[in-house]
C-alpha cells in the first residue's frame, strides 16, 4: 500500500521561500511519476509539476515555472518542492501524488492519480 506524507507548509511573507517535503513508503521512485497539485480556497486541485520515473523529466505549470524546482532523492524515499519567489496566489494546500506506469501525459489531471498525500498548507502574505 502506498503511503504518502508531505510537510514543510507554513506562512511566509510574499517573496519568500519554502521547501516542501513528500516521504513515500510502499512505492518505489521507478514504478511512475510523483507530482505535486495544490488546491487554492474555493478552487480546483491542480498540477504544479511532475518529476518522472528515474528523475529524468521534469515538467512544470506555467504558474510556477522558474520559481518552484522538484526533485526527488530515491534513497530517502523524498520528492521535494523547493518554492522561492512566492505570491500571494501560491496560498494553498499542497499535496503530493503518485501514478504508476504511464504518467507524463497529461500528468496534470488529478483525476488520473489515486495514491495521495493529507496536504500540507502553505499561506503567503502580501
Known amino acids: 500500500q502506498v503511503q504518502l506524507a508531505e510537510s514543510g507548509g507554513a506562512t511566509v511573507p510574499a517573496g519568500g521561500s519554502l521547501t516542501l517535503s513528500c516521504v513515500a513508503s510502499?512505492?518505489?521512485?521507478?514504478?511512475?511519476?510523483m507530482t505535486w497539485f495544490r488546491q487554492p480556497p474555493g478552487k480546483e486541485r491542480e498540477g504544479i509539476a511532475v518529476?518522472?520515473?528515474?528523475?529524468?523529466?521534469?515538467l512544470y505549470d506555467d504558474s510556477v515555472k522558474g520559481r518552484f524546482a522538484i526533485s526527488q532523492d530515491s534513497a530517502q524515499q523524498t520528492m521535494y518542492l523547493q518554492m522561492n519567489g512566492l505570491k500571494p496566489e501560491d496560498t494553498a494546500m499542497y499535496y503530493c501524488?503518485?501514478?504508476?506506469?504511464?504518467?507524463?501525459?497529461?500528468?496534470?489531471?488529478?483525476?488520473?492519480?489515486?495514491?495521495w498525500g493529507q496536504g500540507t498548507q502553505v499561506t503567503v502574505s502580501s
Open positions: 501524488a503518485a501514478r504508476a506506469g504511464e504518467c507524463i501525459l497529461l500528468w496534470f489531471v488529478h483525476s488520473r492519480y489515486t495514491n
Open positions: 510502499g512505492w518505489s521512485f521507478r514504478s511512475g511519476c
Open positions: 518529476i518522472s520515473s528515474g528523475g529524468s523529466l521534469k
